[in-house]
């Protein structure tokens, strides 16, 4: 069976730091990746999504990036946080042996920037 | 993806049918109809998906009628444990990766 692993579960991180959030599925090969963003009292924003290595694709323009090193890993970046990045961070798969937009979404990370 | 409307907020009581109509006034021919499920604190769930007609599984229904402009996601007899946030979605997958566009969904509250 698939299985997606997000860590870490939560982060604090001062403004200015840097961030690597990690995502990796296990259980299907050549899925479709993305990353969601959740901020407190919002709906689920589309981040970044990628059809394969090293295929990224941005839908909203931020201080965030994300990069697809290996077929089932997804990481998601920035080099310095904003207080505006602080909220509930989702990764989630998919492949084309489900139905058109059935995703799988990971435990999440909750992040929080001082 | 096609712009949807659901409202914002909906209350039931336990044991009670919930319809959740979802507006999608500029659905695509190749458009398909999706909703999701999400509990706090965790990410969402797909609970059904469909073209036309009526769709059945074992959590919901879902009616979408001739001109598709519209959806329902029914929920048979709530319990306190589906007080959740419920997501529609419209679109085609096409070339983005099936990418999604939640929104805020609706917001549903089940009480004894």
């Known amino acids: 069976s698939q299985t997606i692993h997000q860590w870490p579960a939560t982060l604090v991180q001062p403004v200015g730091s840097p961030l690597s959030l990690e995502c990796t599925v296990e259980?299907?090969?050549?899925?479709?990746l993305y990353w969601y963003r959740q901020a407190a009292g919002r709906g689920l924003q589309l981040l970044f999504y990628?059809?394969?290595?090293?295929?990224i694709s941005s839908e909203v323009p931020q201080n965030l990036s994300a990069s697809r090193p290996q077929d089932r890993q997804f990481i998601l970046s920035s080099k310095k946080l904003l207080l505006s990045d602080s909220g509930f961070y989702l990764c989630?798969?998919?492949?084309?042996?489900?139905?058109?937009?059935?995703?799988?979404f990971g435990p999440g990370t909750r992040l929080t920037v001082t | 993806l096609a712009k949807t409307t659901q409202p914002i907020s909906m209350d039931s009581y336990e044991g009670q049918e919930v319809n959740i109509t979802c507006s999608h006034n500029?659905?695509?021919?190749?458009?398909?109809i999706t909703w999701y499920q999400q509990f706090p604190s965790q990410g969402p769930r797909f609970i059904i998906q469909?073209?036309?007609t009526k769709v059945t599984n074992e959590v919901a229904s879902l009616f979408i009628p001739a001109d598709r402009k519209s959806s329902t996601l029914s929920l048979p007899r709530v319990s306190l444990s589906d007080t959740a946030v419920y997501y529609c979605?419209?679109?085609?997958?096409?070339?983005?990766?099936?990418?999604?566009?939640f929104g805020k969904g609706t917001s549903l509250l089940v009480t004894p």
């Open positions: 259980g299907t090969s050549n899925p479709n």
């Open positions: 989630a798969w998919s492949s084309l042996r489900t139905a058109p937009y059935e995703q799988y």
């Open positions: 500029n659905i695509a021919t190749n458009d398909y």
């Open positions: 469909g073209y036309k």
């Open positions: 990628s059809v394969g290595i090293g295929q």
């Open positions: 979605l419209v679109g085609d997958g096409g070339n983005s990766g099936y990418a999604l566009n």
